[in-house]
């Protein structure tokens, strides 16, 4: 790779991907000592809420991965930092050695959870579990990887072609590492419990309504502030606030847009994130699989509608997959359409998921736009996203709105056009199989040059929207609710952190 990707902040060397070059972390950052030294985690426990149930125990080979990273649970090698740079984690270097082959250094002296060593075959073991796991988490699904050990703290990954993106495929959720008892029981479905790396330790996980974290203090970024977690697992919105206001909780994740007056006396934290909410249409089957019925819909949604009313200014419309907002969008080509055709009383259907409390009142109000438009459209589904994910794979409805985190994977827009709109996508929610599109894709998958690929990415975009596969409603913003009295809360453009070892409350 050629191409320099950011800086580190003060303090810290330069980050490069260039071959060859090391990246290393700041020299005072590689053990418990000088970060913070290990002890007793002093302060009170803090009471946490998250918004999704666990699918699988918490297993990082699910949607669990998130939940698992957000609570300080596991860790990857590397993390993604506001400007997208690649950071040390438990990798204190790494390098591309070329364009196939990244090799990382892993901090001396970090323990798991379990107090075993992290050694350079365990993680080794580790992250060829997920490649031989079936499925495969979504990172490295498909791909053909040889990660192997050398000595006791060096793991070389080899890809069979050429990944300018390979070394950022290793910061993802997904991709944490864990002790070697996690996979004994099942390598399908990792046991988290006594297993991470991160700040706090999970110690009982009590179905999908409760668990247990205790602090870590001998965790090698310093000991945390906090005494441990109670979790909950709230999925209803209105829940969530009622047990804040009632003094159950200190801190949840994702305050509903309707529920914001009822903070008052609390803190939200509130900032942009590259997420999208919007409309996947069936292509394969029913009304949509007629491209001007789908120019029709496209024609009649008015995200800006959504995002002043159902959002109240908290959400901004959509005028494609990306936020418009940053240098590699502003550009962008707008999409040729085809010629739209009248619905003429097409009848259709619609779904999406109550875990975000706005995306199904925002369903209410897209159905009655595309009434307006002449469709015919029956009561939108509304059930909690692990009942509804297998039916939408299955192609059970014609339209789903669905909110996506589109740098997600490995930081990079290209991957999610690449899962989510080819042929060959593992979450190709329209069934979309455009040789046009597929082929912008194939043509840069091999780049490695972040700006180039980006720029893939955005061209792809215009055909996607074009086609009328997806049609794009509201830019999101993430919003943490928490008592005036606790901070620390990590500031992840990408929300896969929350809680951190500084996160701590004064009472």
Known sequence: MNRILGLVAAGTAVLTLTT?????????????????????????????????????????????????????????????????????????????????TARFTLRPGVTFHDDTPVTATAVAASLNAALEADPAPSTVSGRDLTITAEGEDVVTVKAAEADPILIMRFANPDMVILAPKAYEKNPNQPDPIDAGTGPFELTTLNGSTHATLEANTGYWGGTPKAAGLDVQFISKADARVNAMRAGELDVFQNVPVAQLPNMDGFTVESRPIPRTSGLYLNTRSGAFADSGLRVAAAKAIQGDVIARTIFEGHADPAKGIFRGDVEWTRDRVAPTYAEAKDPA???????????????????????????????????????????????????????????????SKANDPLSLVQLDFTCE????????????????????????????????????????????????????????GRVNELSGLAQDPLEWKMITEQTTISR
């Open 425 to 480: 996508g593992g979450y190709n929610l329209s069934f979309l199989c455009d040789p046009a599109v597929d082929e912008v894709v194939s043509a840069a998958t091999g780049k490695s040059d972040v700006a180039e690929r980006r720029a893939a990415a955005v061209e792809a975009e215009a055909l996607v929207l074009g086609s009328g596969a997806y049609i794009p409603v509201v830019h999101e913003q993430v919003r943490i």
């Open 20 to 100: 060859g070059c090391v990246v290393t972390g700041n020299q005072n950052s590689g053990n418990s000592t000088s970060a913070g030294a290990a002890g007793e985690a002093g302060g009170p426990r803090l009471r946490v809420a998250l918004n999704f149930a666990p699918v699988a125990e918490l297993s990082p080979y699910t949607d669990d991965a998130s939940s698992l990273m957000r609570l300080g649970v596991s860790e990857s090698l590397i993390s993604i930092d506001a400007d997208g740079a690649p950071q040390p984690a438990l990798a204190e270097k790494f390098e591309m050695v070329d364009e196939m």
């Open 345 to 407: 009383g097409t009848a259709i259907t619609i779904a999406t998921y109550s875990d975000r409390p706005e995306l199904s009142e925002a369903v209410t109000v897209i159905a009655d736009q595309l009434r307006s438009a002449g469709f015919v459209v029956e009561t939108p589904v509304v059930k909690e996203y692990t009942v509804l994910e297998p039916e939408i794979m299955a192609g059970q409805y014609d339209m789903v709105l669905l909110s996506r985190m589109y740098m």
